[in-house]
């Protein structure tokens, strides 16, 4: 029998996770059934638990994937030599909320959160990755406060936690009121943040 090659593998794993962050979005992770999996993978039961022996482990890599693809934006937005502005910053994580690559993963990021409160595991890897965020959230902010563009006294870490529940906010925002357009969250960072 010929060997499956890894990009199969590869491709079919993100096929039941795009099917399951469908459902889950749609359903929600406590109503989805493995069933319902199944069916929107176009899958049997046996190919779907060669990938994932459970709805929770679905879920956990649902939400590895989602928080997995949120430091590289960031990354790419401050990685340039001319430090961006907070401003910027904030509405290029928006955008990528809204249409880039999290814009597929936006409506099982609330779930995710809110299945971390009594996941453990899911709990820890959000706490790692949040973290992660922060860091870098506060590394930029280090930056600006060394080039003067916001007050010297600034505690980075504060502030970059104050950023984060900002992009948490839109994304409960969104889910609950509708949209709101990268340039709206820009200006209205400008108008609080000013330059930096």
Same mark, same amino acid.
């Given at each position: 029998?010929?060997?499956?090659?890894?990009?199969?593998?590869?491709?079919?794993?993100?096929?039941?996770?795009?099917?399951?962050?469908?459902?889950?979005?749609?359903?929600?992770?406590?109503?989805?059934?493995?069933?319902?999996?199944?069916?929107?993978?176009?899958?049997?039961?046996?190919?779907?638990?060669?990938?994932?022996?459970?709805?929770? @482990? +679905?879920?956990?890599?649902?939400? *590895?994937?989602?928080?997995?693809?949120? /430091? !590289? &934006?960031?990354?790419? #937005?401050?990685? =340039?030599?001319?430090?961006?502005?907070?401003?910027?910053?904030?509405?290029?994580?928006?955008? @990528? +909320?809204?249409?880039?690559?999290? *814009?597929?993963?936006?409506?099982?990021? /609330? !779930? &995710?959160?809110?299945? #971390?409160?009594? =996941?453990?595991?899911?709990?820890?890897?959000?706490?790692?990755?949040?973290?992660?965020?922060?860091?870098?959230?506060?590394?930029?902010?280090?930056?600006?406060?060394?080039?003067?563009?916001?007050?010297?006294?600034?505690?980075?870490?504060?502030?970059?936690?104050?950023?984060?529940?900002?992009?948490?906010?839109?994304?409960?925002?969104?889910?609950?009121?509708?949209?709101?357009?990268?340039?709206?969250?820009?200006?209205?960072?400008?108008?609080?943040?000013?330059?930096?």
């Amino acid at each position: 029998m010929p060997r499956v090659s890894q990009e199969h593998l590869d491709r079919r794993r993100q096929q039941i996770l795009d099917a399951a962050a469908s459902c889950f979005a749609r359903q929600g992770f406590h109503a989805t059934s493995m069933q319902d999996i199944f069916a929107a993978a176009g899958l049997s039961a046996g190919a779907v638990y060669r990938y994932f022996p459970s709805k929770t @482990e +679905l879920i956990r890599a649902i939400a *590895a994937e989602a928080l997995a693809n949120v /430091l !590289p &934006v960031l990354d790419s #937005a401050i990685s =340039d030599q001319v430090t961006p502005g907070i401003p910027d910053v904030v509405a290029t994580l928006v955008a @990528e +909320l809204r249409d880039g690559r999290l *814009a597929r993963l936006r409506p099982v990021i /609330l !779930p &995710v959160w809110a299945e #971390a409160v009594r =996941d453990e595991e899911l709990a820890e890897l959000a706490r790692s990755t949040l973290g992660e965020l922060l860091t870098n959230i506060a590394s930029l902010l280090e930056r600006l406060v060394a080039e003067g563009r916001i007050a010297s006294g600034t505690d980075p870490t504060a502030a970059g936690r104050l950023i984060m529940a900002l992009l948490q906010g839109y994304v409960i925002q969104f889910a609950v009121l509708g949209d709101v357009s990268p340039q709206q969250v820009r200006e209205a960072a400008a108008a609080l943040f000013g330059d930096g």
